[in-house]
């Protein structure tokens, strides 16, 4: 099942966020529809297939089974990479402007929407795209990635008062009653239907264009959406 996360699991490293703080130290309302990402991403296509200095060396990542993915550049961090290629992934980075048709040209196996600044609703390429993609191989996408999924999906966004920021801010898995420690940094959120049906009264789902969607994790600290699953997609 294609399965959307909207949280850093991990605190990632990178400038960008903080080059944004310094450039745009009011993140309220004046950002709304905003394209930020276009800024950021990449201006063509590379590919990774190793990093020098992970904790396990390149010849033993290269002899391993590997996962072609394309990750798009909304304003990714180079950890987030890192980390996709030491779990097993050979990834190809594409600009955010990207068209459905070069990405499914490069033939991946599954599809990364990555992180980045900015109100999703400013990103309307990205979301016709993904509504091509959608159903025609997996897809996994955090934070502004998340929400064009949402997007996408034909949800909405929208701002949160305060947006969430660093770390300590506990999300729990619907499905396992888990609740994760995470980092985050975002000012955005997709908003799930209220009253949609639920699973176990814990579980909304609710039918899109696309099929059934279920809310998979949510913020203990203010109920917003941090994950949500496809159930008749890849």
Known sequence: SAEFIGTFWLVLGGCGSAVLAAAF????IGL????LAFGLTVLTIFFLFCFVGLDEPGAAQAARKTWRVVAYDFGVKQNILRRLVDVGCEVTVVPASTP???VLALNPQGLFLSNGPGDPE??????????ELIGRLPIFGICLGHQLLGLALGFSTYKLKFGHHGANHPVIDLRTRKVEITSQNHNF??????????????????????????????????????????LDRP
């Open 32 to 35: 709304l529809g905003v394209s």
């Open 189 to 230: 959120a997709v908003r799930f239907p209220i009253g949609a049906p639920a699973q176990g009264q814990n579980m909304p789902i609710v039918d899109t264009p696309f099929g059934r969607v279920q809310l998979t994790h949510t913020s203990l600290n203010d109920g917003s959406v941090e994950g949500m699953m496809c």
């Open 100 to 102: 459905a048709k070069d």
């Open 122 to 131: 400013g990103v309307p390429y990205a979301m016709d795209a993904l509504r």
């Open 25 to 28: 130290p009011d993140v309220g």
